[in-house]
């Protein structure tokens, strides 16, 4: 009888990836049937390549793995590069996943790759691994993608998951992150990728799963809690609803499980707040049990017609609203923006500069981004986000008194690269 061959997963556990990763390595390592699996976190490309050489060389079957967003997929193509140029002859399995390999299956793999995982990649990454230790195929697993004579072939969709199914980390391996308690998202923002990925309904992880995971995180050592989710204040809700209770039940119980001295952040990153749900009852609510003095809350735009045309289900009020409402309660409102949406004409433009300035006056900070015509999105062929030496001057006249941060000029660049590998839509 053959014994099974010994399997080394290669993670490339580097920034954006490696908070997937947390996920994923959590769900193989919690599977018996992949006990024979190892798993290594190289954070940088040459102990990558170390990593990968030292298991084919001795004799294990290798598969490494990246995950990205747009706007590192350029970053994660070339290391995929240089990685199998340096190879010397060793025989790997390259796959990948996240939400660039789900909306461009044919240009991920144009780049390289072997197979992608399309779509939620738990249940996926479990079934081709088993198969790499049974020695199939890994082709014939559900929910991948790979080339075939250069045609994309497909195979279904990942599988969506029931948190409660797995867990939110690696806890064996020592890789912790945020407890995701919400996946996927009703609102469908049409800039957005976390419909497209994760389906435009939610799907909360149960209080008793989330307190199991805190008492976890506190037995490794972990003072701070923090949480993934699109929504925070609608936690335990399928619509547009607030359920106070069910976040209260929620904090509760992960105050319990994270003991006197544990600390819980909840509705700032990366667990921002809508508007409309910043209300007098929800931030006392969060004062009795939350450590963070900041909210983050999504405004986007303070142009009516452009938050009508991104669909986001509130008006400019509403942001101002809410930002008033949040420093009355004691905390610092971080509102986001974003810049350059498709379709603004100058007139929106300063509307949502003039936003900024009176959410300044009342104490907010405003966070800058940059459009992005990101892949999966309604908005994947708009032209990338651009900010013009008028708004750039007044960005920067709030940015000097401390009342503006974020990335959005290196994003800038960053929409200009997205769209420029563009390719045209299959038919």
């Not at 996240?98 to 299956?105: F, N, R, S, Y």
């Not at 199939?136 to 199914?165: N, S």
């Not at 209260?248 to 006197?260: D, H, K, Q, S, T």
Request: charged share 25%; net charge neutral; hydrophobic share 40%.
């Amino acid at each position: 009888m053959s014994s099974r061959p010994q399997v080394s997963l290669v993670l490339s556990y580097q920034y954006p990836g490696k908070y997937a990763f947390t996920v994923l390595a959590g769900a193989v390592e919690a599977d018996p049937a992949l006990a024979d699996v190892s798993l290594h976190f190289p954070r940088d490309r040459d102990s990558l390549l170390t990593t990968v050489r030292e298991r084919a060389d001795a004799g294990d079957v290798v598969v490494v793995a990246w995950s990205f967003y747009s706007a590192s997929f350029g970053p994660a193509a070339e290391e995929l590069a240089w990685v199998r140029a340096r190879l010397e002859g060793r025989q790997v399995l390259c796959i990948a996943g996240g939400v660039h390999a789900t909306a461009e299956p044919l240009q991920t793999l144009q780049a390289g790759f072997d197979l992608i995982a399309v779509g939620e990649g738990e249940h996926t990454l479990r079934a081709l691994l088993l198969r790499v230790l049974q020695g199939e195929d890994p082709r014939g697993t559900h929910g991948v993608a790979y080339l075939d004579a250069g045609k994309l072939v497909q195979r279904g969709h990942g599988e969506g998951v029931r948190l409660d199914d797995f867990p939110p980390f690696a806890a064996r391996h020592a890789k912790f992150g945020a407890v995701e308690i919400t996946r996927g998202c009703i609102y469908a923002c049409r800039f957005c990728q976390t419909p497209f990925m994760s389906k435009a309904r939610f799907r909360h992880r149960s209080v008793a799963n989330v307190a199991r995971w805190a008492g976890e995180l506190r037995r490794a050592g972990r003072r701070d809690i923090r949480f993934i989710t699109p929504t925070s204040m609608s936690y335990g809700t399928a619509d547009e609803t607030m359920n106070l209770g069910a976040v209260e039940a929620l904090l509760v119980a992960v105050r319990e499980a994270m003991g006197p001295d544990g600390r819980i952040f909840y509705g700032t990153f990366p667990s921002e707040v809508r508007p409309e749900h910043v209300t007098p009852e929800a931030l006392a609510l969060l004062k009795r049990h939350v450590h963070n003095d900041n909210l983050i809350i999504g405004g986007q735009s303070g142009s009516e017609r452009m938050l009508q045309a991104t669909r986001r289900g509130h008006d400019v009020e509403t942001v101002v609203r809410a930002a008033r409402l949040a420093v009355e309660g004691g905390f610092v409102p971080n509102v986001d923006f974003i810049l350059g949406l498709p379709g603004e004409e100058p007139e929106d433009v300063d509307a949502t500069l003039d936003l900024m300035q009176r959410l300044a006056d009342l104490g907010a900070r405003v966070h800058g981004h940059t459009f992005m015509p990101l892949p999966g999105t309604p908005y994947r062929d708009a032209p990338p986000g651009r900010v013009d030496e008028r708004a750039q001057q007044r960005l920067d006249w709030l940015a000097s008194r401390g009342r503006l941060y974020g990335h959005w000029k290196q994003q800038g660049v960053l929409a200009e690269q997205i769209a420029a590998r563009r390719q045209p839509r299959a038919r």
